[in-house]
């Protein structure tokens, strides 16, 4: 079956600009994770979706970061003003139960955010 | 901060069988010991997880010592496209629990024909 879906795959933006990145995860997942991966580092953690409820935003870097899952399935990470630390990989997990559960996580493979 | 221990680099003859090792000495009775790899360019992918026992499936097998302080895992016969970073992690399984990941810098196999 399909698996998670993130788009854009690559998105280059001007410092200062603001950028929206998109996942549907697997239908009838109910958690959704957001990861930030720096190169040559392992993935970090931002927030967690439990359906349309947001958990957690205690990875999220600053207030310019805000994630969204307004209908429990898609969700978009909205950064504002971006910086150029910023440029990173965001990786987008979904898995079927609630919480950890004993059930993986299911990722996407990512959106490469390059600011200039 | 992670809370696993793994080799920074490994290599294995194409065919042979891949041995990773993770040390995970301060494991809770609640936590699972999962194993996930990450090709470059791609998002990671799920391989295996364990609690206590051995397990195995279509991909890899994951040994886990009597004190769960340590794990293996073990690709039996690898092949150039195994090359990849391998992340272990230990994850709290409850419910109710979140069980974000928290990633270390994991091992980078490299398979050699």
């Known amino acids: 079956g399909a698996g998670v879906s993130q788009s854009p795959r690559y998105k280059v933006a001007k410092r200062g600009q603001d950028v929206a990145l998109r996942c549907d995860p697997i239908?009838?997942?109910?958690?959704l994770f957001w990861y930030q991966q720096a190169l040559g580092q392992g993935p970090e953690f931002l927030t967690y979706?439990?359906?349309?409820?947001?958990?957690?935003k205690s990875g999220l870097p600053s207030d310019r970061f805000f994630a969204e899952r307004p209908e429990g399935s898609v969700s978009t990470l909205k950064i504002q003003r971006t910086q150029q630390e910023d440029s990173a990989v965001y990786l987008c997990?979904?898995?079927?139960?609630?919480?950890?559960?004993?059930?993986?996580?299911?990722f996407g493979d990512g959106t490469r955010l390059s600011i200039l | 901060d992670a809370k696993t221990t793994q080799p920074p680099s490994m290599d294995c003859a194409e065919g042979r069988a891949a041995n990773l090792p993770c040390n995970h000495s301060t494991i809770s009775g609640n936590e699972y010991v999962y194993w996930y790899r990450q090709i470059h360019s791609q998002g990671p992918q799920y391989i295996i997880h364990?609690?206590?026992n051995n397990e195995t499936n279509e991909m890899a097998s994951l040994i886990i010592t009597e004190d769960r302080k340590s794990s293996t895992l073990i690709l039996p016969h690898a092949t150039l496209r195994d090359t990849a970073v391998y992340y272990c992690i230990v994850r709290v399984a409850t419910w109710g629990s979140q069980g974000n990941l928290i990633f270390g810098k994991g091992t980078k196999l490299s398979v050699k024909p």
């Open positions: 979706f439990q359906n349309e409820a947001q958990l957690d």
């Open positions: 997990a979904s898995s079927l139960a609630q919480g950890a559960s004993n059930q993986p996580q299911h």
């Open positions: 364990g609690l206590k």
């Open positions: 239908s009838g997942h109910v958690s």
